[in-house]
């Protein structure tokens, strides 16, 4: 009965930004969720997304549903972004999915149905320590069994890459996934160097582990292609792979749910039979995916003038954070007794740890409204130019 339940624990992410809504100061800064802000602290449409829109409602002829696998304009275009002409496109089946998270679902529902590690032995999904938290719960909720390796060093601030490859080496069976952040990794903003990917690429590959891959900040490190360098590294080695992209954060649409399901099999046969099975965890959980989103990637990637405009704003996006970043470790370097924070320049993405402890976040929630996730990590990506002497006065106030 419903009347037995009991209530589910908030999202520590999301749940944050709901009492950051209800904060009621007016100098208040969220520096929690992953969502890029401008420097007037707005979440903006790109104007290749506008221009898009407005192409599209000009165009459209019908609300009809598509198909299972989405747009098939999508679908080309997420191939072409996610593995370039790397692999060949008969061994490659891309499923458009609401959003990287709607992605990571179908493909964890995917490999929970068709995958084992042996018989009798169902797969297990390693995620990194630590990793985004809903990588946990999506694994769970699929019915897979979760483990976990080393990623982030004792200092909290560096990849242990020795743990890293000794677990590797040691925990999974052959058969079981390992799940890898493609770029910019959540929450610690610390990626392997391109030589540490070839040695897990050969690690993969020695013990037969499949990669599963976590595209959701692509452009937000070094550059598109840059940032597809590990993927790159990794398919070379394999000949099987999953690819779990977002277009969320890199044409802005987080609202509009784009996602997508990149499959790589090492035959024709093997990569059509996949397909089909993705299409069946789709059509049995949501039927078939939204349309606007998907249209608007698709609309932008056709026409090389909206493309060139979204590698400008894209680019954009990505050297600002860059520049908060300098920004915020230069002020804090003035700020007397205040720790070094030059690691965060080493840092891709969005995201680092900062090394605040909790009882330094809580005290910046409750003194200054500044709101950060318990982990002490931030979202470089909401910090604001003209606010920075601000912030690194209220950091330097918990921290020194
Ligand atoms: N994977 C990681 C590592 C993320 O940080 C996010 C963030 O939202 C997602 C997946 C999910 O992306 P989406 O918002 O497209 O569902
Ligand atoms: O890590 C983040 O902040 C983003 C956004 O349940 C997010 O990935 C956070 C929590 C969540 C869904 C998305």
Request: proline share 5%.
């Amino acid at each position: 009965r419903f009347d037995s339940i009991s209530l589910a624990p908030p999202d520590a992410i999301l749940g944050l930004t709901e009492a950051f809504n209800s904060d009621p100061r007016a100098d208040k800064m969220n520096l929690s969720v992953g969502v890029y802000k401008d420097a007037a602290g707005v979440t903006p449409i790109l104007r290749c997304v506008k221009a898009a829109e407005q192409k599209l409602l000009d165009g459209e002829t019908t609300k009809g549903y598509l198909s299972i696998d989405g747009l098939p304009d999508y679908r080309g275009a997420v191939r072409e972004m996610v593995f370039g002409d790397q692999v060949p496109a008969d061994r490659v089946a891309i499923v458009q999915a609401p959003g990287g998270t709607g992605a990571l679902s179908v493909a964890a529902d995917f490999l929970a149905s068709q995958c084992s590690a042996g018989p009798g032995k169902p797969m297990r999904v390693f995620l990194p320590t630590p990793t985004w938290a809903n990588h946990n719960a999506i694994m769970q909720d699929a019915g897979l069994a979760v483990d976990s390796y080393s990623y982030l060093g004792s200092d909290r601030r560096t990849l242990d890459f020795d743990a890293l490859i000794s677990d590797l080496k040691t925990k999974p069976s052959t058969g079981d996934a390992v799940l890898l952040h493609a770029c910019c990794h959540n929450p610690t903003g610390v990626d392997p160097t391109p030589d540490q990917w070839q040695e897990i690429a050969s690690v993969l590959s020695q013990r037969g582990l499949l990669p599963f891959v976590d595209f959701a900040y692509q452009g937000f490190g070094d550059g598109l292609e840059q940032d597809a360098a590990g993927l790159r590294t990794i398919l070379e080695n394999v000949d099987e792979a999953i690819v779990c992209s977002s277009y969320s954060k890199n044409f802005g649409l987080y609202s509009e749910r784009v996602g997508a399901v990149g499959l790589v099999a090492a035959s024709a046969q093997a990569t059509a039979a996949s397909l089909s099975q993705l299409k069946r965890c789709v059509r049995s959980n949501y039927s078939n995916p939204p349309r606007h989103g998907a249209a608007i990637v698709a609309t932008i990637l056709a026409d090389s003038e909206l493309t060139a405009m979204w590698k400008d704003e894209l680019e954009e996006m990505r050297l600002r954070i860059t520049s908060l970043r300098e920004l915020f470790v230069a002020g804090m370097a003035k700020q007397p007794g205040a720790p070094d924070f030059k690691f965060l320049l080493d840092q891709k993405g969005m995201f680092s740890f900062s090394g605040l402890s909790p009882m330094q976040v809580d005290e910046l929630k409750a003194k200054y409204g500044i709101y950060i996730v318990g982990s002490g990590r931030i979202n470089v990506a909401g910090m604001n130019e003209d606010r920075m002497d601000w912030l690194c006065d209220a950091v330097a106030d918990v921290a020194c």
